[in-house]
């Protein structure tokens, strides 16, 4: 049976209902093994309007179909297909009858009114496909990947995929679940979720997609011009004396710092959000010098609460924590048993925010560093944790959109004028509330930088356009080792070309905590050694402020590219078929981007390489090692990349 109504038609194939919507300059479908469909929107705006849409209900015998800017999905029998004009784009997949499997195909959970599901699609030879947000071990091609639905430590889920035959696929669901695209078939898992919901676009080019999905789940916030210079960062400041001589440093040696952060346990239990007066006894005092350089003081906050905590009752009393479904309330283990403020609850992030109003906003702090905001569970079994959105193996992906979600309406409400926070973990749309997401806990080590180099194209390609690693990576960098410190200048000079330049990690040798005998206090916590420009010797210093100097003169450029990220969805940093999508070649490279429309960069993620190939697309292109302009056809060429030089061309 089918149904029409406005922009909608609504099919029924015995139990089973699947709705098809026309969805702002998209097609939205859902179904349901059996019930009624929920009307929860989750990454997409409310009802979009679509006034070109075409809606057909099959009455004079024709596959019924919804049609909207370009894009046709048509009913065939009880398969789904998408068509750009007569162009087919992809479909749900035929299956043999005697197989007994179904292309939508439910379990229902006994006692629940959830199911698991697995949605299948045809596969074809020669698609590209990209997106998908972070995964360690990273590729940039996903075909032939299985992807898990779900967010750790380093493994961000953005569940939107772009593909090279014209067209996008959100999996508008944020349920735990996985997603594989074999060749001989794509399939789409959730664990445990009460409907299946996925939007699709269609465009001519890789560009017409991503701002039809901006669209559809919301612009970037702006990238403030006032961030864009260097962030100082480490595993850990322990105190405000130490804090303040990096800065005072900096200011001496001439050096403009734009941020400065205040990492961990300078609380003194998780869940106060405060100062620790014996080891930070005058926040405002150090806020006032900072402002005094010109430099924003950045605060880490963790969604963790110790039991000890002043504010755990608060949290606590209102049922604002994450329960488990069984057993004792703890669901991480990091220097005391701690719970977890729930994101998803709309009271608990008002509650939140007040606290860190309260006790950080006072004193003129709006930077917020927002760590373990996947969360992370001591124990990642999602089936053990319930949320206010419901179980975490149903609604847990969601978490860090609403965690971002907290900062930045409070932050609204506020007035504050620049609002960008950063965050270790995102969701599809975490972009319009201020997220500078970053790539978490990842080692130190040339191959990590090749795997971020594909997470950051495939985190833009998903609609995240302001994301960064640690420079050098996070842990296992010593300082004294001569093969970290080029690790160390290369992913300098590879992140001058990113949205911030930010130097953090772990590094060695660390030092041990202030005080013994306690968990109390940022004393007992240790801290890695110390990681400001000066630290790796003369000739890394000397290296490392020619590339400052860089980013300096990137200023203007930066500030109009991110301007055009705002307004179209196309990231900061794009994957070359962004730019040339009828280049094969371009839907191939893994190891080179565009930054902006303009700059072409080929960082260097090989130790001991004091050169390497870069593809040149059809055009004109400028050397920026020595001026040189070369007419190429489409080719490659051997660029000069000696040690404080990431090879760039300038696209003409």
């Known amino acids: 049976m089918i149904k029409k109504e406005e922009n909608s038609i609504i099919c029924r194939f015995g139990h089973e209902t699947v709705r098809i919507d026309a969805w702002g300059r998209g097609i939205r479908v859902r179904a349901v093994p ?7 929107p989750w990454a997409l705006s409310s ?44 479909e749900e997949a035929e299956l043999p009858w005697s197989l007994r499997d179904r292309t939508r195909a439910y379990k229902t959970l006994p006692g629940s009114d959830t199911f698991s599901v697995d949605i299948k699609f045809a596969a074809y030879d020669g698609e590209h496909l990209h997106g998908m947000g972070q995964y360690r071990g990273a590729r940039h091609e996903l075909k032939g990947s299985t992807l898990e639905l779900a967010h750790r430590n380093s493994q961000i889920s953005v569940p939107f995929l772009l593909s090279s035959r014209g067209y996008g696929f959100l999996w508008n669901n944020p349920a735990v679940g996985r997603a594989t695209f074999a060749s001989n078939m794509t399939v789409w898992h959730a664990d445990a979720t009460r409907a299946v919901d996925f939007w699709v676009a269609a465009g001519e080019t890789p560009a017409e997609i991503l701002e039809k999905y901006a669209d559809a789940v919301g612009h970037a916030s702006p990238l403030p011009e006032n961030l864009l210079g260097l962030w100082q960062c480490k595993l850990r400041y322990r105190t405000q004396d130490e804090l303040l001589e990096a800065a005072r440093e900096y200011r001496r040696r001439g050096i ?59 949290f606590a009393e209102n049922g604002y924590l994450i329960r488990t479904e069984r057993g004792l309330p703890a669901v991480m283990e990091f220097y005391g048993n701690v719970g977890i403020y729930d994101a998803t609850d ?51 992906n969601i978490y860090p959109l609403m965690h971002s979600k907290m900062v930045y309406d409070g932050q609204k409400k506020d007035g504050v004028p620049d609002i960008l926070n950063l965050v ?48 050098g990576g996070f842990y296992g960098g010593d300082v004294r080792d001569p093969v970290f410190r080029e690790l160390l200048v290369r992913w300098f000079e590879w992140a001058v070309y990113t949205p911030v330049l930010r130097m953090h990690g772990d590094r060695q040798p660390g030092k041990g905590p202030l005080v013994h005998g306690t968990e109390k206090g940022g004393g007992f916590c240790p801290s890695g050694a110390d990681n400001e420009l000066w630290v790796y010797g003369e000739e890394i210093y000397n290296i490392l402020l020619e590339n400052l100097e860089r980013r300096e003169k990137l200023r203007p450029y930066i500030k109009k590219a991110a301007e055009e990220t705002v307004k179209t969805g196309l990231p900061l940093m794009r994957a070359m078929y962004m730019e040339f999508p009828d280049d094969e070649e371009c839907w191939l490279l893994d190891d080179e981007y565009m930054f902006g429309g303009e700059l072409l960069v080929a960082p260097v993620s090989d130790y001991g390489a004091r050169e390497r190939r870069v593809y040149l697309p059809r055009g004109r292109w400028e050397s920026g090692d020595d001026g040189a302009v070369i007419e190429s056809t489409g080719e490659y060429v051997t660029a000069n990349a000696p040690l404080g030089y990431t090879p760039v061309f300038r696209r003409l």
């Not at 059996?34 to 929860?40: A, H, Y």
């Not at 124990?379 to 944790?385: A, N, R, S």
């Open 424 to 471: 270790r973990c995102a969701w599809v749309g975490s972009q319009k509330y201020g997220a500078l997401v970053w790539s978490g806990d990842i080692e130190s080590s040339f191959r990590e930088m090749k795997a971020q180099i594909h997470n950051m194209l495939n985190m833009g390609a998903a609609g995240i356009p302001w994301w960064i690693s640690d420079v």
């Open 47 to 90: 009802r979009l309007p679509s006034p070109d849409a075409r809606i057909y209900d099959g009455a004079d015998g024709g596959a019924p179909f919804v049609e909207v800017s370009g894009l046709r999905c048509e009913v065939r029998g009880d398969r789904l297909s998408f068509l750009s004009g007569d162009r087919l784009l992809f």
């Open 346 to 396: 709309p009271g608990a992030r008002e509650f939140a925010y007040g606290v860190l109003r309260e006790n950080y906003g006072r004193y003129g702090i709006d930077k917020f560093w927002l760590d373990e905001a996947e969360p992370e569970y001591s124990v990642t079994d999602f089936d053990h944790y319930r949320l206010h959105s419901g179980p975490a193996l149903v609604t847990g």
């Open 256 to 314: 403009k710092l734009d941020v400065i952060v205040v990492d961990f346990f300078h609380w003194i239990y998780q869940g106060d959000w405060d100062f620790d007066p014996e080891y930070w006894p005058d926040p405002q005092a150090m806020v006032d010098e900072l402002s005094a350089m010109g430099t924003r003081l950045m605060v880490s906050v963790w969604p963790t609460v110790d039991p000890r905590s002043k504010n755990h009752r608060g």
């Open 34 to 40: 059996c019930g009624e469909l929920p009307d929860i």
